[in-house]
């Protein structure tokens, strides 16, 4: 018996085998060494749904996809420790306000050996899910009128809402992706019971036949669009992805701020400055207004003064003791 199955249709069964020989691999049995017993046991387990397969028939055309004016794309993404998967459905409503959802197109992986954790594997079948999405509206004549990508992950949700550019390189580029080919609005929340995805990531359904829900979609597609999940509010979780930003605040030493006394030749000069320059690092700091000076310029030729009164006391002490402490030393002349 063999299988051939290029749209993923029987994803929930095949994504067992894959397992089972992830983990043959992972024990590094050879090829001619006999299975272990517990992994026998499942192969041969594994079989027996295989078998159940030749009982299911699944339809080759979507039930009035041509006359229907009204035809969306629904997308569900799921993972678990051991697989990530993605299901593509129709939702065609006929003349008669009938609602079929057949299933289009599916795909499972295999979990890495390496330890991954959730959030990452939710995030990988979102991102391979997106990409069905384009190539199955690609494939066929008729376009949908709307896309709706559904997954049980908050964390995935916050992480699209909040952009890529907030998050390390892993999870950065794989939102960018999302970016480019889907839209945050696209996005929704369903509970993990109603994630069709979901039979594609753990063991094998039981009753597995054409009218599983796996073939048909979740039933509340069928419903009116008033009673589909809506996501509850919560507290995003930290979980490690996010970019930091590591910022001192280093405060200069006076003689650092303090412009050089050798190259004024006049005291009132200096001081004029420097107040400046302590204005200007106030206003960097605060972002308010001046703290220094007012805004408004006097004149000097009628206040000749202007610069050193207002200046306060702690810029002229900064400056002193400046002035004082440089091998030059020396305070210019009045």
Known sequence: MSLFDPLGLASPVTIRAKQILQEIWRRST???????????????????????????????C????????????????????AAYAAAVYWRIEDEDGNIHTPLVLAKAKVAPLKVTSIPRLELQAAVMGSRMARAVIEEHDRKPVSRTFWTDSKTVLTWLRTGARSFKPFVAHRIAELEENTKTEEWRWVPTKLNVADDATR??????????????????LKEDRSTWPEEKKSVPETTGEERTLNIKEKTPAASQ???????????ERLVRTTARVLQFISLLKTKKQRTFFSRTKPNKKQDPTWGTQRVDKKTKKILEKTCWARPTGGRPSE
């Open 62 to 81: 979507y039930p009035n996809y041509s006359r229907s004016n009204n035809i969306e794309l629904h997308v569900f993404v799921d993972a678990s420790e």
């Open 257 to 267: 701020v303090v412009p050089d006394a050798t190259k004024f030749s006049r005291w």
């Open 203 to 220: 063991d094998v359904p039981k009753d597995f036949n054409e009218e599983h829900r796996w073939f048909v979609g979740p039933s509340f």
């Open 30 to 60: 050879a090829w001619d060494e006999v299975l272990e017993e517990d992994l026998t046991l499942e192969w041969n387990q594994w079989t027996t749904h295989l078998q159940r397969l030749n009982q299911v028939r699944i339809p080759r």
